[in-house]
């Protein structure tokens, strides 16, 4: 690619030391520097002019200013191959997405900025698109506006919402799938008999325990690498968003915090995967309160037929 | 009551309108939540048919908007007293204090005679209160008004009887019919029925046939265990009355001339009262004024003129004692619960009153005097003797037939799997070690065997020392699983534990083994996990999810909810919206522009639990109105057969001489009645835990 671009020597070998001494280019040189790496005895100011104004029209370098002083940032022959390709509007358009960086910016953004008619930025965009320079990413935060970065780049999380929004919407299968497998993770952790807790020689009638000396809770690090050894998730995950997980399942009254990142399953929650009439806490003559009714067995109970005309309405009276 | 209709459906439903312009609207909505409640039960279906088929019977505009308190009491003494004492009592109620003659005036039908007839019946009964007024002139007014706590005995009848039953059950089915009338049940009743009796009034209404010792052995017990309670002046005096007598009769004690601010004055007055009130209150439990030794047979007897009545408190801390269980089953399961019953067993009699008495004088205004009377409470509980206990304490009160082994596991299902895979080290694990290779492809050889033998045996070393370092752990907390005594102090120390550990203050270890119940904090805890599942059950688990979520944000906004509780925006709102009709939620409003335009506007959300808990007490309360109500109805439009079936002649004959049809209309009468005793009492207790407890 190099080759396609007609060089100077002097020009040349400035731009080719400027790549290599930035790591992957990105370093900012001054113009004392610059100067300096000039070959020869005590090059002039003049002479730099003139071989930067070079590597400039070729796209070569590029100006940034940095507090108040003037630097210059090499550019690859590729980068500016593809530049040169682009018209004007184009480049001007591309160079302000390329600033965005991962955060993107918004379409009418870059017509404010670039003082373009509407009609140009679109078709630059159009055109810019359609060679695989840049893409439109969809933003969590504004749904309805068009936000531009580079083709190759990954949407920052602030765009893209964190790993429960898939193309901008909070994906609440994933999450509900999700909080599903953490939550049987964690309970198998939280009782002895984990599902199985009525089998069939009645052994699991008695509902047993952990003895309190047993670490029956899990914490997020181990819930985390279980997901992450299941492969279930497409996407990275960290402890945070684990224990985001687990905030909802808290709220949900299906973990409790132990201490801080670590949980256990609730008791309740294991007995709303019974179905009616099952006993989740064990039956025992012992106790009478086992059969009176409770508002936490709520699920195990059947609605009111048609022709119950007794059955009370939590809203009769507020309707 | 329960046992028999185990199938019963749930007894908070949501309520469909089938009438009216806002079904079509609303009918979505609430199909939305049937189904979030049912998940794909058939009750939707039905409910859906419901809808169609107007079958569903919906109360009046009329009944629906009466004041739930006024509703439930009216309804109760419509039921038990008839329209007189209606009439009466719902004037005090509607007007607070009258005295008889401003009764006579509001109730022109009566003659100021009649109206005191009513009113002595209602006073008997505890059903009203009376207040001398002086204030006025010289002449002595007696205002009265109505008293709850008669009310709540009429409420509770049935479940009281019950509870007597349980506890003090007759000692030989076989002498029922002798017996019956020594049985606690009977004695209660009779009280109950009456208001107050003496002993000398119950022998003489049994006749000489009577077992006078068992009848009087009966009586001891139900004084000794607090359910009846000599009946005195206070139980006719309003609380709040009592407390203002005290505290001016103080506060005028107090010479005026002293140098004292008024400040100072008041407080002082303040602080003798609240010792006088109390002492006045705490008197009354006072043993020694009720039983003596009989001198001819040296047992103990009760003095036999003292009027004896039924103590409501005492039946409160029971009921309290049962919701608690129930709230320990849940989080802990039926071992655990069983554990949990003997200690509230052992405490319950002397534990913290259910209301305490102070709350009724009007001091909890004071933010301060609120706050004190918190930090007291949990202190007394603390403090009192007799509301600790220890495991040594529990064994010797658990049921005998009880088998704790097999209850409590102590060893991790992953621990076990690394026990095993220690014992017999696979020779496979060898073959399955991963090769290390370094990034240029080169491959580390393995190390020479007795060199990895060598650091084998270390890491065994390593573990051996870990797993003595566990065991001594579990050496302290003395816990064995294969303890062979099926009552065995260490199982039940591991269930206190448990119950000590839970995410709700069960219980409390003041002193190393030494447990109290944490009544003042777990009464919140009970009070707010009842309610969210309430809600739960109603408006479905997304409902709970949000409520809680604000709950633990205190402010949340919209942005918020979505980012902790993982909901769709679209669907917090359609949620909150409901939340809200039921008071479960507040918003608050935080304007963004100067003329407060709402398009622009933030809204906060959150929880005050006392408007919420509030808002679900009425709710619940004008419910069980409402099923008294349908009851009465029922039997109203039923009264002819009725009538027929309880005539002395047809008793006992029902199947000669009704006709066929006749019977199965008694049949559904029957089954009907049942259904709404079954769920009144249910709701009671779903009620009772935001009206008292």
Known sequence: MSDNIELSDVARELHSHMIKSGASGSRLFTQKELQDKLPGNNPTLADLMLIVQELLDKNLIKLVKQNNELKFQAVDFQEAAKKSTMSNEESLVYSYIEASGREGIWSKTIKARTNLHQHVVLKCLKSLESQRYVKSVKSVKYPTRKIYMLYHLQPSVEVTGGPWFTEGELDVEFINSLLTIVWRFVAQNSFPNGFQTTTSNGEGNKNSQYAPNVRSYSTAQEILDFISAAGVANVELSTANIRSLCTVLVYDDRLEEVEFDCYRATLTSLAQLTGPGENMYGSNKLLDEMDEFSIFDYHSTMGPTETDKEAVYFDEWAL | ?693
């Open chain 2, 1 to 693: 009551m329960d046992l028999t209709l185990t199938a019963i459906t749930n007894s908070v439903e949501q309520k469909t309108e089938a009438n009216g312009g806002q079904t079509s609207g609303n009918k979505a909505i609430i199909d939305a939540q049937l189904q979030q409640i049912n998940g794909d039960d058939g009750a939707v279906e039905n409910l859906g048919n419901g809808l169609d088929n107007q079958s569903v019977d919906i109360s009046t505009l009329e009944q629906r908007s009466r004041n739930p308190e006024s509703f439930l009491w009216s309804e109760l003494i419509q039921s038990h007293f008839g329209g007189k004492a209606l009439a009466i009592m719902d004037s005090l109620m509607a007007l607070g204090r009258l005295s008889a003659s401003q009764l006579r005036d509001k109730n022109p039908n009566f003659t100021l005679k009649e109206v005191k007839l009513i009113l002595v019946s209602l006073l008997q009964l505890r059903l009203v209160k009376s207040v001398d007024d002086t204030s006025l002139g010289k002449r002595k007014i007696t205002y009265y008004l109505h008293d709850e706590e008669g009310l709540y005995i009429l409420l509770y009848s049935g479940l009281i009887l019950n509870e007597i039953n349980e506890k003090f059950p007759n000692a030989s089915s076989k002498e029922e019919i002798t017996n019956d009338q020594a049985s606690a049940a009977t004695i209660v009743e009779n009280i109950i029925a009456v208001g107050s009796l003496s002993l000398k009034d119950y022998l003489t209404s049994c006749g000489s046939q009577a077992p006078k010792h068992d009848i009087i052995a009966t009586f001891v017990k139900l004084i000794e265990s607090g359910y009846l309670i000599p009946i005195n002046k206070l139980n006719y005096t309003p609380l709040n009355d009592l407390w203002n007598l005290i505290y001016e009769k103080e506060y005028k004690l107090i010479p005026r001339n002293s140098p004292m601010s008024d400040l100072k004055k008041r407080n002082e007055a303040k602080g003798k009262a609240k010792l006088q009130f109390l002492d006045l209150i705490g008197n009354v439990n006072d043993l020694t004024k009720t039983i003596m030794v009989d001198p001819k047979t040296s047992l103990k007897t009760v003095k036999p003129l003292i009027p004896l009545t039924f103590n409501l408190e005492r039946f409160l801390k029971s009921r309290r004692s049962k919701q608690l269980i129930k709230f320990a089953k849940s989080r802990l399961g039926g071992m655990s619960a069983i554990v949990y019953k003997t200690a509230l067993a052992i405490t319950e009699q002397k534990s913290p009153n259910v209301v305490n008495p102070m709350f009724k004088t009007g001091l909890l205004q004071d933010l301060d005097e609120a706050e004190s009377f918190r930090e007291e409470s949990i202190l007394e509980e603390e403090k009192t003797s007799g509301l600790s206990f220890s495991a040594l304490d529990i064994s010797k009160h658990l049921p005998k037939d009880i088998d704790l082994r097999g209850s409590l596991v102590a060893l991790h299902n992953r621990d076990k799997n690394n026990n095993n895979k220690r014992s017999n080290p696979s020779s496979d694990s060898e073959n399955i070690k991963k090769k290390i290779k370094t990034e240029d492809g080169f491959v580390i050889p393995a190390l020479p065997k007795h060199i990895t033998d060598k650091i084998q045996d270390e890491d065994v070393e390593e573990n051996v020392e870990e797993e003595e370092q566990e065991d001594d752990a579990m050496m302290d907390l003395d816990f064995d699983e294969d303890d062979t005594d099926p009552r065995s102090i260490t199982y039940i120390q591991g269930h206190l534990k448990l119950l000590a550990k839970s995410s709700m203050p069960f219980l409390q270890e003041s002193k190393p083994g030494v447990y109290h119940i944490p009544y003042t904090k777990l009464m919140e805890s009970l009070r707010s996990t009842n309610y969210n599942y309430l809600i739960a059950s109603t408006l479905g688990p997304s409902a709970m999810r949000i409520c809680r979520c604000i709950a633990a944000n205190k402010l949340v906004s919209e942005k918020v909810i979505n980012s902790t509780a993982l909901m769709k925006e679209k669907d917090i709102r359609s949620t909150i919206s409901s939340l809200i009709k039921y008071n479960v939620v507040e918003i608050q409003e935080v304007p963004r522009t100067v003329d407060r335009s709402a398009a622009r506007a933030v809204f906060l959300f959150r929880i005050k639990e006392k408007h919420s808990y509030a808002f679900m007490r009425q709710n619940l309360e004008w419910n069980i109105a409402n099923l008294l109500h349908k009851k009465e109805t029922l039997k109203e439009n039923n009264a002819t057969l009725l009538m027929k079936a309880n005539r002395e002649d047809v008793k006992g004959r029902e199947a000669e001489l009704l006709l066929p049809s006749e019977l199965n209309q008694l049949k559904m009468i029957k089954e009907r009645e049942l259904n709404a005793y079954v769920r009144i009492s249910r709701v009671i207790s779903l009620w009772e835990i935001f009206n008292f407890i």
